[in-house]
């Protein structure tokens, strides 16, 4: 089994920064892809970044230039850097590790932007 735990949201002003961490526990392959998503009441659960074990990274066109995910394979752990925030960046932040066993989720993060 694999958990995943999640913190680092919070409120915070447009143009301010926040960074999201991600700590996977359990059975972790050496292959697998980490991720980060959000998702708004009502909405589909959208991509934001991911990034393989091997660092090869993908980007939302939405956070491009203004995001950046990267890990650290000895903690099993994922990190995003969020700058530039906009309002609507507001959203419920979850994790995911994607690996030969399956797909598992973190329970999600709170991120507000407001002035």
């Known amino acids: 089994q694999v958990r995943l735990v999640e913190s680092g949201g919070g409120l915070v002003q447009p143009g301010g920064s926040l960074r999201l961490s991600c700590a996977a526990s359990?059975?972790?392959?050496?292959?697998?892809?980490m991720a980060w998503h959000r998702q708004a009441p009502g909405k589909e659960r959208e991509l934001v970044a991911s990034?393989?074990?091997?660092?090869?990274?993908t980007y939302a066109d939405s956070v491009k230039g203004r995001f950046t995910i990267s890990r650290d394979n000895a903690k099993n752990t994922v990190y995003l850097q969020m700058n530039s925030l906009k309002s609507e960046d507001t959203f419920v932040y979850y994790c995911?590790?994607?690996?030969?066993?399956?797909?598992?989720w973190g329970q999600g993060t709170q991120v507000t932007v407001s002035s």
């Open positions: 990034i393989t074990s091997g660092d090869i990274t």
């Open positions: 359990g059975i972790i392959y050496r292959v697998n892809t």
């Open positions: 995911s590790l994607l690996q030969g066993s399956g797909r598992y």
